[in-house]
């Protein structure tokens, strides 16, 4: 993958990373000490990832970008509307772009894996790390959905 393809694929997962951490914000929201507490590790979690992918981009040369300024960024890359009435309906959204992440961190993963530069073996080993923990994000909320009353 070719420097500028590369930086361009890790801005647009840097500004997913800024909107997960924008979905945790308002963790005080919660009246469940545990989704108050997951939240505010998931927040610490976001911005784990965000300080990771921008290290990566300011090492190749690259700028840092945020793609979307303003809006709902989640909603206008997969579709959806968060727009959550219940802890329920808010969870199962959360959890459906952890699960789209995931995903597409798992994608990525595979491109720079594929790619003989040993440059970019080193990349899909951190960005693993954050597949993976969008991964754990995913099944705790499919987890915690199962146990809402």
Known sequence: ?????????????????HGHLGMYENLLNHRDKD???????????????????????????????????????IGQIFGITVNATSDRDLIKAYSFIEKKSHQGYADFVARLE??????NQFIAEIASSNMIEAQLMHLWLEDKLKNLN
Do not use: Y
């Open 1 to 17: 993958m070719k420097d500028q393809e590369l930086i361009r694929e890790l801005n647009k997962i840097l500004t997913l990373e």
């Open 35 to 73: 989704i108050r507490r997951t939240f505010r590790r998931f927040m610490e979690i976001e911005k784990e990832h965000i300080n990771k992918i921008t290290g990566v981009i300011l090492n190749l040369g690259g700028k840092t970008s945020i793609l979307v300024e303003g809006g709902d960024i």
């Open 114 to 119: 594929s790619d003989p530069e040993i440059r």
